[in-house]
């Protein structure tokens, strides 16, 4: 009789134990944070990488032997040096030569054409009072002619004693002459880029052909510079897939005018395929994957729904809800992990 009472003791005592564990969860409130949805915009892009060039590149070289003269800046006052900026047109070494200069004999040309100007005018008077034939009048014109094409070519040849930049840009190479030394024919002297405007060819996989086209904006950015995105766009598309990497070529044209982005980066683009606006859009790691499909939880009252939803754009970091949620629904986004539908929570900043 005292082992039966002392049973229903022990058994009572459980059972009160249990029944307090229930009243003890039932108070408990998981910490979730949490953020109320707006109406916002998103974009679908596929992610690419590759080298920045520079939309204009020259290696000036010599194309006479001369003796090297590298001229001052106006802008520094100092010698040409890597990374001066230049001018159209500007002269920035000189190669002189007497021996070539004298050959040219630019003075007796000049007087050549001069001469032969004086004498063509002279026969087209004499023609129109019939003082001469007119073979005796055109050949006083190509004499003329060829004393006017002898007078440019010598001047095309001077030319090539002043070595000029090609095109506004950056002095990028500058090999490092001594003054008044004998540089050959073919010998490299300067370098110059314009990269105010960039370009990146890309390769991108097969199934991304029937997204991308011609004019659609990229976002490109350079993993050292993440917080500047430049603006760029697809300019060329290759219809054509390469049999070995399944993959088709394009070009991206960037906008560089700041000059934050150096030819040579290595640069990851994003190009715009879809984009939609005023529309539900939440981050995608809080999306749970379940048999019943993708879910997140939302709270109403100070409890978690468990809600499905189904999806619109996507891209690597958003997702767009097109069924499932609403404007204004706060939706968990930290500790949404051990939330089980009608979870009791506590909303925590």
């Known amino acids: 009789m005292k082992r039966f009472i002392t049973f229903l003791i022990a058994v009572a005592v459980v059972a009160s134990c249990k029944n307090e564990d229930k009243e003890l969860n039932k108070d408990i409130s998981v910490p979730v944070s949490v953020i109320d949805l707006k109406l916002q915009s998103i974009e679908k892009y596929i992610e690419t990488t590759g080298t920045v060039n520079p939309d204009k590149e020259v290696s000036q070289k010599s194309e006479i032997t001369g003796h090297y003269f590298l001229l001052t800046n106006p802008a520094t006052g100092k010698k040409y040096a890597l990374g001066d900026y230049v001018n159209e047109g500007v002269e920035i070494i000189r190669l002189e030569d007497k021996e070539y200069e004298n050959n040219i004999k630019i003075k007796s040309l000049e007087l050549q054409l001069e001469i032969s100007k004086q004498v063509f005018e002279k026969q087209q008077s004499l023609y129109e009072k019939g003082g001469v034939t007119l073979s005796e009048l055109k050949n006083a014109e190509i004499n003329f002619i060829n004393a006017k094409y002898a007078y440019e070519d010598a001047n095309i040849r001077l030319a090539k004693m002043h070595i000029k930049a090609p095109f506004s840009g950056v002095l990028v190479d500058l090999p490092y002459y001594t003054p008044t030394t004998k540089v050959d024919a073919n010998s490299l002297l300067f370098k110059i880029m314009d990269y105010s405007k960039l370009f990146m060819e890309i390769n991108l996989a097969e199934k991304d052909l029937a997204y991308v086209k011609s004019g659609q904006k990229v976002k490109v950015t350079n ?98 809800i097109i069924s499932g949620l609403e404007k204004n629904d706060r939706l968990v986004i930290k500790g949404f992990e051990t939330l089980r539908n009608r979870s009791k929570v506590k909303v925590i900043k």
């Open 223 to 320: 993993y050292t510079i993440p917080e500047d995105t430049l603006a760029g766009w697809i300019t060329q598309i290759s219809p054509a897939i390469n049999a070995d990497t399944r993959s088709f070529k394009a070009v991206i044209n960037i906008a560089n005018s700041e000059l934050l982005m150096r030819p040579g980066m290595f640069a990851k683009g994003e190009i715009v395929v879809a984009s939609a606006d005023s529309t539900i859009v939440i981050p995608k790691n809080v999306v749970l994957s379940k048999q019943r499909g993708n879910t997140v939880f939302v709270i109403d009252k100070g409890l978690a729904q468990e809600r499905v939803v189904i999806f619109g754009l996507e891209n690597p970091d958003e997702v767009q």
